[in-house]
């Protein structure tokens, strides 16, 4: 019984493309982040949200934008893919602030544009 | 948010004790010390986290300075599966966010 859990795993889709990932976790948290893993490996946080509230919004560019339906739920919609947007995606969640314990991650998402 | 100094990279055996280092000079009273890693095509996972005092459970041990401004993530028997790319990270009460660093990448060898 997965805690985290992306869909799709793998994407390859044309630039100019829309498309979505989409996030479920069953731990009870109140708090989900999505995460992008570039081709160097490097993990930077892109979002959060606290209760379906957005809380961290990280200069990410418009074409990106989270949806939070209800707590055990965060999605991704890219509009107008790019090139530079192949990257692994994680979504991960938490109860309160990451200080408190652990953020529980998913598999990620692998996003390939062609 | 203070920064973190890790290896690059390290090497260990299987079987042995393996001591992962982290530096974090300008580290403040309320930030605690976290440590996750992640494993070849795999999300992040949790390892350990303490604030002050050293701390273990069943996958490691933290050992914290004194001072607090080093710790060592501790694997007291390293094996294959522990290979994998090892992140130490500050987080304090105020901070909403986890933020990785370059981590260290352990090699176990058989």
């Known amino acids: 019984d997965t805690a985290v859990s992306q869909t799709p795993k793998y994407l390859v889709t044309q630039m100019g493309n829309d498309k979505s990932i989409k996030c479920e976790q069953n731990l009870g948290h109140d708090t989900m982040y999505w995460y992008k893993q570039d081709s160097k490996k490097f993990l930077k946080i892109m979002f959060s949200?606290?209760?379906?509230?957005?809380?961290i919004n990280e200069t990410v560019p418009n074409r990106f934008s989270p949806k939070s339906p209800d707590k055990a739920h965060l999605n991704l919609h890219i509009n107008s893919l790019e090139l530079g947007d192949s990257a692994v995606y994680f979504c991960a969640s938490s109860q309160g602030r990451p200080y408190t314990g652990e953020l529980f991650f998913g598999e990620g998402s692998r996003l390939t544009v062609l | 948010d203070a920064k973190t100094t890790q290896p690059n990279s390290m090497e260990s055996n299987e079987e042995e004790p393996v001591h992962l280092p982290c530096n974090h000079s300008?580290?403040?009273?309320?930030?605690?010390i976290h440590w996750y890693r992640q494993l070849p095509s795999q999300g992040p996972e949790y390892v350990i986290h303490?604030?002050?005092s050293n701390v273990n459970n069943r996958m490691a041990s933290l050992a914290i300075a004194e001072d607090r401004k080093s710790s060592t993530l501790i694997l007291h028997r390293a094996t294959l599966r522990d290979a994998a790319v090892y992140y130490c990270i500050l987080t304090s009460h105020n901070t909403d966010k986890l933020i990785f660093g370059t981590g260290t990448r352990l090699q176990v060898f058989p």
């Open positions: 303490g604030l002050t």
């Open positions: 300008t580290i403040s009273g309320t930030d605690y």
């Open positions: 949200y606290n209760n379906k509230e957005l809380i």
